[in-house]
């Protein structure tokens, strides 16, 4: 079993685990702070970030349709009922190469739903900037929608406010898949103005999003900066973290008009998605 690595520049700590091609820790050297929440990986999802693709959160019923074709997804020990965040998350990714500030992780899954990919997931200290990428090229003979994200946790206490834009947003539902889409957020839910907001369960997606969004926490300045349209943000009630996650597409985009955001990829196309996170 490969050990985490320690990458690290004149900004930043970061140990990043080849299980689940995850963070469990991005620490600030200016700051004395972590940036992201901690973890020492021993369960799924333990620790600061970690990719999702071939899908990103939930797909209602756990199917889809395709060009007339039912895909039924697989299911994982992660969630009972769904194919949670997809499977990167929960398998061993191969160190492809590292270096002092940077490596680059691969992933070949194959799965009996359609899904037949290999992946790639690099992370790169570059001052006071983490830049995170991942790259997914489709190997089945039958085309597939793939859509991605980051998932990161980041350190959040009453001492910090998060600001960003969004035109509107996804209440949650049941089996926490989304709601109609509605204009008016409510203030819980509204951080087009800096705040802390309620500690309180939030899980919600935003469209509109300026692919922009700032956490202020004591002197620190956290930007998370994203190339599309869609957020989720979750939240638990008693927790020191908070949960904004870019993604391409929006959750149940699968059974959306027009599956917004989704890419259909024919054997030997990719897909590419890019999150940095700057701190000041």
Same mark, same amino acid.
């Given at each position: 079993?490969?050990? /985490? !690595?320690?990458?690290?520049?004149?900004?930043?700590?970061?140990?990043?685990?080849?299980?689940?091609?995850?963070?469990?820790?991005? =620490? &600030?050297?200016?700051?004395?702070?972590?940036?992201?929440?901690? @973890?020492?990986?021993?369960?799924?999802?333990?620790?600061?970030?970690? /990719?999702?693709?071939?899908?990103?959160?939930?797909?209602? @019923?756990?199917?889809?349709?395709?060009? #007339?074709?039912?895909?039924?997804?697989?299911l994982h020990n992660a969630d009972?009922?769904?194919?949670?965040?997809?499977?990167?998350?929960?398998?061993?990714?191969?160190?492809?190469?590292?270096?002092?500030?940077?490596?680059?992780?691969r992933l070949r899954s194959q799965?009996?739903? @359609?899904?037949?990919? +290999?992946?790639?997931?690099?992370?790169?200290?570059?001052a006071s900037v983490l830049k995170?990428?991942?790259?997914?090229?489709?190997?089945?003979?039958? /085309?597939?929608?793939? %859509?991605?994200? =980051?998932?990161?946790?980041?350190?959040?206490?009453?001492?910090?406010?998060?600001?960003?834009?969004?035109?509107?947003?996804? /209440?949650?539902? $049941?089996?926490? !898949?989304?709601?109609?889409?509605?204009?008016?957020?409510?203030?819980?839910?509204?951080?087009?103005?800096?705040?802390?907001?309620?500690?309180?369960?939030?899980?919600?997606?935003?469209?509109?999003? &300026?692919?922009?969004?700032?956490?202020?926490?004591?002197?620190?300045?956290?930007?998370?900066?994203?190339?599309?349209?869609?957020? *989720?943000? =979750?939240?638990?009630?008693?927790?020191?973290?908070?949960?904004?996650?870019?993604?391409?597409?929006?959750?149940?985009?699968?059974? *959306?008009? %027009?599956?917004?955001? +989704?890419? *259909?990829?024919?054997? #030997? $196309?990719?897909?590419?998605?890019? *999150?940095?996170?700057?701190?000041?």
């Amino acid at each position: 079993m490969t050990a /985490p !690595l320690t990458l690290h520049n004149a900004h930043f700590r970061m140990r990043v685990d080849p299980q689940g091609g995850a963070l469990l820790a991005l =620490f &600030s050297l200016q700051h004395q702070q972590s940036v992201l929440r901690a @973890g020492e990986g021993k369960t799924a999802g333990d620790g600061g970030l970690f /990719p999702m693709l071939p899908v990103a959160n939930r797909v209602a @019923g756990n199917r889809f349709c395709q060009r #007339g074709t039912e895909v039924q997804l697989p299911l994982h020990n992660a969630d009972d009922s769904f194919f949670l965040h997809g499977d990167g998350w929960l398998k061993r990714w191969e160190i492809a190469d590292a270096t002092d500030d940077s490596c680059r992780l691969r992933l070949r899954s194959q799965l009996a739903c @359609g899904y037949d990919y +290999l992946a790639e997931l690099q992370y790169v200290l570059e001052a006071s900037v983490l830049k995170a990428s991942l790259t997914i090229a489709h190997l089945g003979k039958r /085309p597939m929608l793939y %859509g991605c994200g =980051f998932h990161p946790f980041f350190a959040f206490d009453v001492h910090s406010t998060l600001q960003f834009s969004a035109s509107g947003y996804w /209440p949650e539902g $049941e089996h926490h !898949l989304p709601l109609a889409w509605q204009s008016h957020l409510p203030a819980e839910a509204d951080f087009t103005r800096a705040q802390y907001g309620a500690d309180r369960w939030l899980n919600v997606g935003y469209s509109g999003w &300026s692919g922009q969004a700032v956490i202020r926490r004591d002197v620190m300045n956290v930007t998370i900066s994203a190339q599309t349209p869609w957020l *989720m943000l =979750f939240r638990m009630p008693g927790q020191s973290f908070l949960c904004l996650e870019p993604q391409t597409h929006p959750v149940n985009a699968h059974h *959306m008009p %027009g599956q917004p955001g +989704l890419r *259909m990829l024919g054997s #030997g $196309e990719q897909c590419r998605f890019a *999150m940095e996170i700057r701190v000041d």
